[in-house]
C-alpha cells in the first residue's frame, strides 16, 4: 500500500512564503492545485505545500529527518537563511529549526555525528 503525505503550512503572504520556502528546500514548487497553493515534492510521496491562510499562518510545526543534515543546513545557508537555533539532543539526534516569516517551525533533523 502506497501512503501520500501531504504536510500543510499556513502562509500570510503566499508570493513571499514561496520565495522563501524555494531558498529552504532548493527548488521551485513541483505543482500548483490553485492560485492559493503551492506544493514542493520532498522525496516520493512526500510533500510540503504551502497555502494562503492568513487567519491560521504561524502555528505549523514540522520536522524532516534528513540523512545528509551537516551537508542540507550549510547548502540552505549558500541560500540565504540561517537556522533560528540547533540543538544536540542527549541521544546525540540534531535539530536545526527554521521559521519563516510568519513564524511556523520547519525542524531538519539529523542522526548523531560519528564517532
Not at 13 to 18: E, I, L, S, W
Not at 25 to 32: D, Q, R, W, Y
Not at 65 to 93: C, H, K, M, W
Request: cysteine-free.
Amino acid at each position: 500500500m502506497t501512503v501520500d503525505l501531504f504536510a500543510g503550512v499556513p502562509v500570510s503572504d503566499f508570493r513571499v512564503a514561496q520565495t522563501w520556502y524555494e531558498k529552504l528546500l532548493g527548488a521551485p514548487p513541483a505543482f500548483f492545485p490553485n492560485d492559493t497553493e503551492a506544493v514542493f515534492e520532498l522525496a516520493d510521496h512526500r510533500y510540503l505545500y504551502i497555502e494562503h491562510l492568513p487567519a491560521r499562518a504561524g502555528f505549523a510545526m514540522l520536522t524532516l529527518f534528513v540523512e545528509d543534515f551537516d551537508e542540507r543546513i550549510a547548502t540552505i545557508a549558500d541560500r540565504g537563511l540561517q537556522p533560528v537555533s540547533v540543538e544536540t539532543y542527549e541521544n546525540g539526534v540534531r535539530k536545526a529549526i527554521f521559521r519563516d516569516v510568519d513564524g511556523n517551525e520547519i525542524g531538519f533533523g539529523g542522526a548523531p555525528r560519528p564517532v
